[in-house]
Antibody, heavy 117, light 112 residues
Framework: EVQLVESGGGLVQPGGSLRLSCAAS????????MSWARQAPGKGLEWVAN????????HYVDSVKGRFTISRDNVENSLSLQMNSLRAEDTAVYYC??????????WGQGTLVTVSS | DVVMTQSPLSLPVTLGQPASISCRSS???????????LNWFQQRPGQFPRRLIY???NRDSGVPDRFSGSGSGTDFTLKISRVEAEDVGVYYC?????????FGQGTKVEIK
């Protein structure tokens, strides 16, 4: 059974940093693109970033470029999102998803990030 | 970015009656590999998104056959043949061919 479990969310002040993690199991992690997507409270879904199976290629949505970094550990089967210079508009539930975006079949339960003073 | 436009945004439906959601993309979603990367997701209240349909018309495992997807190019439709209480939630179309993947605004399905 595919499982994606996010962690690391919480309350952070504007300009602060946070690192999200996603523990993956139930599939061969090293063969899949992985992604982060987010959903602001009461709003729709937005793709944030994705990463190639070997980590050699990464893509970011314009609103997070230069502030967020996606990475993966293919030994630990984990995905990370380092978020710096956080803004109020980054407040959202962040989801880890299996897939680069074209198909994105499986999603985690999400972790809430709140950026507020 | 590719704009995905859904209609209606709110859909009150009587139990047992059909429902239909339209999704239009601002660019063609046909990939050079011949596939059309249009997915449909269901998000029940308080839950994470669940993919129902991929590549326009393919149902995911465990998805009831009352859900069906159709369309081509830039116009797509999700149909529920007979709405059940468990179908309440927000439905999103999503394109996965152009970066970044983008979603429609969501259609809220509720029971009348």
């Amino acid at each position: 059974e595919v499982q994606l479990v996010e962690s690391g969310g919480g309350l952070v002040q504007p300009g602060g940093s946070l690192r999200l993690s996603c523990a993956a199991s139930g599939f061969t992690f090293t063969t899949y693109w992985m992604s982060w997507a987010r959903q602001a409270p009461g709003k729709g879904l937005e793709w944030v970033a994705n990463i190639k199976p070997d980590g050699s290629e990464k893509h970011y949505v314009d609103s997070v470029k230069g502030r967020f970094t996606i990475s993966r550990d293919n030994v630990e089967n984990s995905l990370s999102l380092q978020m710096n210079s956080l803004r109020a508009e980054d407040t959202a539930v962040y989801y880890c998803a299996r897939g680069g975006g074209a198909l994105a079949q499986f999603w985690g339960q999400g972790t809430l990030v709140t950026v507020s003073s | 970015d590719v704009v995905m436009t859904q209609s209606p945004l709110s859909l009150p439906v009587t139990l047992g009656q059909p429902a239909s959601i339209s999704c239009r993309s601002s660019q063609s979603l046909v990939h050079s590999d011949g596939n059309t990367y249009l997915n449909w997701f269901q998000q029940r209240p308080g839950q994470f998104p669940r993919r129902l349909i991929y590549k326009v018309s393919n149902r995911d495992s465990g998805v009831p056959d009352r859900f069906s997807g159709s369309g081509s190019g830039t116009d797509f439709t999700l149909k529920i043949s007979r709405v059940e209480a468990e179908d309440v939630g927000v439905y999103y179309c999503m394109q996965g061919i152009h970066w970044p993947p983008t979603f429609g605004q969501g259609t809220k399905v509720e029971i009348k």
